[in-house]
């Protein structure tokens, strides 16, 4: 259990930090993207169980991410969870389209974050 590996996306320090403590006293793994060019890299090169990915992030946005993720056979299985300030319809639907498992608005309650990242881990499995 303490082998599950997390790729988190997010420019946002403090949040970063914050999931960072959180995910590994809960005995996670946790990899670090800044932007959405580095999250497509480290979903290719570190193959997570999981990622959980910002929206609004520089270079290439998350629902372009959640687009290349996608288009690869290596990262397509991967689960991602959004979490993301964005809440309107369109935005969460879109990135459900595209293949996100589940979507948080932030500010989020870190526990449910967890229990949701678990969940899809198992049911990948």
Avoid: W
Avoid at 32 to 58: C, F, K, N, T
Avoid at 94 to 111: C, M, N
């Amino acid at each position: 259990m303490g082998d599950r590996k997390i790729l988190v996306c997010d420019d946002d320090d403090l949040l970063v930090d914050l999931l960072e403590h959180r995910l590994g006293a809960r005995g996670f793994e946790v990899i670090v993207a800044r932007d959405g060019g580095e999250a497509v890299a480290a979903a290719s090169s570190e193959r997570p169980d999981a990622i959980v990915l910002d929206a609004m992030m520089p270079v290439l946005d998350g629902h372009e991410v959640l687009r290349r993720l996608g288009r690869r056979e290596e990262t397509a299985s991967i689960p991602v969870i959004m979490l993301t300030a964005r809440k309107q319809e369109k935005d969460i639907l879109s990135a459900l389209e595209l293949g996100a498992r589940d979507y948080l608005v932030k500010p989020f309650i870190p526990e449910e974050l967890i229990t949701r990242l678990n969940r899809v881990i198992e049911a990948k499995a």
